[in-house]
């Protein structure tokens, strides 16, 4: 089993990483052949942030000794830390649009349905559930964080047990809601990758073996593969791995990962509207590469202020709802880890 305070700065990057891949998907989508070649799998960075949330939570709540008395102060956390970011992009999303379609009325944009329905929709993540589109395709993915934590808060005791047949029991009990709940909308269908992460979290708070944990993540990777795909299959099973066995502590990818939920929530809205701006410059078409990438600079630039302005704030509130910790000194690099995805 791992002993000592294990490293974990390949979170950082990895969530960078994941980001940018979803950004350069998004925007090559559609372009020249090789353009969106190099960008046709930059959607398996969405379960790269699944794999993550995996660990990154229950490693969270393992610091508090989190218990099921602590249910709704963990849900209020989440909120306080997701929503109000969310919320904020919301507007972003609709002044956008509004403003594109104002200066370019023939804009090859998604049209909205700006609704009082549809806001009420989005605001409680229902938009999946009732059949209607998203004001940013990118938001189905929240719902389905905010499944995982209303799950995860009722689940972490199983999972977090110090005997291994225990543990089993909870992993058991959840795929058995992958198996019976086939709705791809609803949290069971992307269970088996959330997983993946819970089982490095056991391994690197050594709760587990290194080898139950790869047993665990094969078992896994056979069970999804068909149903949900080789591709996810594959990255969800090497984020895990890197996870459980690699480090990488550079400044400029944490920075990355410390802004990529808010160049998450802004890559579409920023991008794809300065992308019709762009591209009736002179010579844009010759060069989309140069267009795509100014975009990436402009929504990283953005996501900076976005995080400053909204992002940090909502830490704040979130780290202001305390769950009754047990442990008189945590340790210092789970408070680091927790603050960079709580």
């Known amino acids: 089993m791992q002993t000592g305070r294990p490293k974990i700065g390949i979170v950082g990057a990895l969530r960078g990483f994941a980001a940018l891949a979803v950004c350069w998907f998004h925007f090559t989508f559609g372009q020249t052949h090789w353009l969106k070649g190099s960008g046709q799998y930059g959607w398996l960075g969405v379960h790269t942030f699944f794999v993550i949330s995996g660990f ?21 956390k989440r909120l306080a830390r997701l929503h109000p970011p969310y919320v904020a992009s919301i507007v972003v999303v609709v ?16 049209r909205l349905e700006l609704s009082f329905r549809q806001f009420v929709y989005h605001f409680f993540y229902l938009n999946d559930f009732v059949h209607k589109d998203w004001f940013n395709v ?4 929240l719902s389905i964080e905010l499944q995982w934590y209303l799950l995860l808060g009722l689940t972490f005791p199983l999972l977090a047990h110090r005997r291994w ?111 019709p701006f762009l591209t009736r410059l002179p010579y844009s078409g010759e060069f989309l590469v140069v267009v795509d990438l100014a975009c990436v600079a402009a929504c990283i630039y953005a996501s900076m202020l976005f995080y400053e302005f909204v992002e940090a704030p909502s830490q704040k509130w979130s ?3 305390k769950m009754k910790a047990r442990r008189k000194k945590p340790v210092e690099e789970l408070v680091a880890a927790a603050a960079s995805a709580d």
Not at 138 to 141: H, I, K, N, R
Not at 223 to 232: E, W
Request: hydrophobic residues 55%.
């Open 95 to 110: 002044v956008l649009y509004l403003a594109t379609i104002t200066v370019l009325p023939d804009a090859h944009i998604p």
């Open 319 to 321: 780290s202001a709802i």
């Open 56 to 76: 990154i939570i229950p490693y969270s709540l393992y610091q508090y000794r989190y218990a099921i008395r602590d249910y709704f102060r963990f849900i209020a």
């Open 165 to 275: 047949w225990v543990q089993i029991g909870g992993a058991l009990a959840m795929l058995l809601g992958y198996r019976l709940v086939p709705n791809v909308h609803v949290i069971f269908h992307s269970v088996p990758i959330f997983l993946i992460g819970v089982f490095v979290f056991q391994y690197r708070m050594g709760l587990s073996s290194a080898w139950r944990m790869l047993l665990s993540i094969a078992a896994i990777f056979a069970i999804m593969k068909t149903p949900i795909g080789m591709p996810v299959s594959i990255v969800a099973t090497a984020t895990g791995l890197l996870i459980a066995f690699a480090t990488l502590e550079n400044r400029w990818c944490n920075r990355l990962g410390e802004i990529s939920y808010s160049l998450y929530l802004l890559h579409i809205p920023v991008g794809l509207n300065i992308m």
């Open 138 to 141: 990118a938001y189905w993915t």
